[in-house]
């Protein structure tokens, strides 16, 4: 014969039957396992799933806890925590050529400085003549040479091409005669060239305007 | 023989069936299992 034993606790008390039926004992555990289901939990102390946030965020955080007073309303909305800024320093990063990167672009930089278009002089022969020591008509043909020489970057003049210069600043004409001395002198040089003469200012005749003419 | 022992527990109350009659034993499991899912749905 079978035996049937159930046991119930509740807290410090305990029920417990022994039987022979079976029946008897079903009997008493579907009553027992109604209250069994319907019961409530109360006693533990379970925490809100509001607190359990607040809390987590509390020791993430280091943050001390709120006190609230008895008297003070509870709000109802969430509580927006500041989360610790991080400080984040940036670092400016010069960028570094290398040395034959760097070499290379002041190649590049000199190149152009070099051949950059030169700056075109507007000086007139008029006041060229003016800023130098122009007493004479000898003095003003050296200054124009060296004028056409240095300035206008032309090497070889001939009186024609003098005079169209000359003349609308001095109102004078260079002839022969000025041309003889400044040779006499060694002020210019002459060379033949398609049939006519051309000159140019000699070394002497630039260290002549250098030493006596030039302003 | 074999002796068939089955507790709950839910808090502080605590039921336990215990019988030597396998038969009984498992009906009243299943008994329980269908209750408990009841209250589940």
New interface residues.
Partial sequence: MSTYRLKVKCNKAQLEVVAKSGALLAYEMDRYLENFLNRKIESAPYKTQKAVSETAIQIEYNMPQRQVHSDEPVYTQPIQYQAPVEQIQYTQVQEQNTPAVQKSIEHIQNFVEQNAPQQEVYVSLSDFLASNKSGDIFSEFIISAYYIKRILNIEYFTIKMLNSKFYPATESLVDLSIIDEARTRGFIEAKEEDGSLKYTLSPAGESYFINQLRG | MAEYVFK?K????????????AE?VE??LA??RE??LK?QG
């Avoid at chain 2, 839910?10 to 009659?21: A, C, R, T, V």
Wanted: proline residues 0%; glycine residues 4%; without cysteine.
């Fill in positions: 709950m839910k808090g502080e109350i605590e039921i336990e069936l215990s019988s030597d009659d009984f009906q009243q008994k329980w209750e408990i209250k």
